[in-house]
C-alpha cells in the first residue's frame, strides 16, 4: 500500500512551452501533497506544499506563477512548468501524505520526473 | 528555521562491514521525527528508518539503527553487514511535529560498497 506515481517519468520540451506532471497517491487519500526539486548530486528541495481544496503555499524564492500547482482532489496534484527555460531542467519529485493510515503523518514520495527543456 | 547537515559527501564501505552516516541538525522545537531516506539509481526515495524525538530508545530495522543524541542534536544512522545494494545516496530528515509537517532534508551522503 502507500503507492505514489508520478507521470511522466521523463518528458523533454522545448524552451518557451508549458509541462504538466502528475503526482497521484494509488491506493490512499492525500490530503496535503509536497513538490520537491533536485538537482544532480544535490538534496531534495521543497518548492511547495499542496493542500486539497485550497491554494499552495510556496517556499520562499519560487515563482508561483512559474511553477502552478493544483490539488484539485484527495489522490491527484499537478504541477505545470509555465514558460519552461533551460534552468528548469532538473528532477521533480512529489511525495503524499496519508490520511487513514496508521502512519498518518508518513510521507511516500514517487518515483519522480526527469524534465529537461532544450 | 531547522537545518539539517551531513557533514561526509562521501562513504565507503567494505561489503559485510559496518559503516555509519552522521547527521546533525539544529531546531529549538522540543517535539519532532527524525528520518533517513534511501535514494538508490532509480532515484525513489526509500524510508530505512525514523525516530520520534520523544523517545529516548533507538530506532533498529533490521540491520540499520540510528544513535539519536538529543542534547547533542545528532542523529547518525549504522549499517551493519553492509550489501552492495546498500549503495546509494543516504538523506537525513528533520520534520516537526507542529502542522505542515514539511521534511527538511541534509545535504545527502553517498555511500559506496566494495565487493
Known amino acids: 500500500g502507500a503507492v505514489v506515481s508520478q507521470h511522466p517519468s521523463r518528458v523533454i520540451c522545448k524552451s518557451g512551452t508549458s509541462v504538466k506532471i502528475e503526482c497521484r497517491s494509488l491506493?490512499?487519500?492525500?490530503?496535503?501533497m509536497f513538490w520537491y526539486r533536485q538537482f544532480p548530486k544535490k538534496s531534495l528541495m521543497l518548492m511547495a506544499t499542496?493542500?486539497?481544496?485550497?491554494?499552495?503555499?510556496?517556499e520562499q524564492g519560487v515563482e508561483k506563477d512559474k511553477f502552478l500547482i493544483n490539488h484539485a482532489s484527495l489522490t491527484l496534484s499537478t504541477l505545470t512548468v509555465t514558460s519552461a527555460h533551460p534552468e528548469d531542467s532538473s528532477f521533480y519529485i512529489c511525495s503524499a501524505r496519508a490520511w487513514g493510515l496508521a502512519d498518518y503523518n508518513e510521507q511516500f514520495f514517487g518515483p519522480g520526473t526527469r524534465l529537461t527543456v532544450l | 528555521a531547522q537545518t539539517v547537515t551531513q557533514s561526509q559527501p562521501e562513504m565507503s564501505v567494505q561489503e559485510a562491514e559496518t559503516v555509519t552516516l552522521s547527521c546533525t541538525y539544529d531546531t529549538s522545537e522540543s517535539d519532532y521525527y527524525l528520518f533517513w531516506y534511501k535514494q538508490p539509481p532509480s532515484r525513489q526515495m526509500i524510508l530505512v528508518i525514523r525516530q520520534e524525538a520523544y523517545k529516548q530508545q533507538n530506532a533498529t530495522e533490521n540491520r540499520f539503527s540510528v544513535n539519536f543524541q538529543k542534547a547533542a542534536k545528532s542523529f547518525s544512522l549504522k549499517i551493519s553487514d553492509s550489501q552492495l545494494g546498500d549503495a546509494a545516496m543516504y538523506f537525513c530528515?528533520?520534520?516537526?511535529?507542529?502542522?505542515?509537517?514539511?521534511?527538511?532534508f541534509g545535504g545527502g551522503t553517498r555511500l559506496m560498497v566494495k565487493p
Open positions: 499542496s493542500n486539497e481544496g485550497s491554494k499552495a503555499t510556496y
Open positions: 491506493d490512499f487519500q492525500a490530503t496535503t
Open positions: 530528515a528533520y520534520r516537526s511535529d507542529r502542522a505542515g509537517n514539511m521534511l527538511t
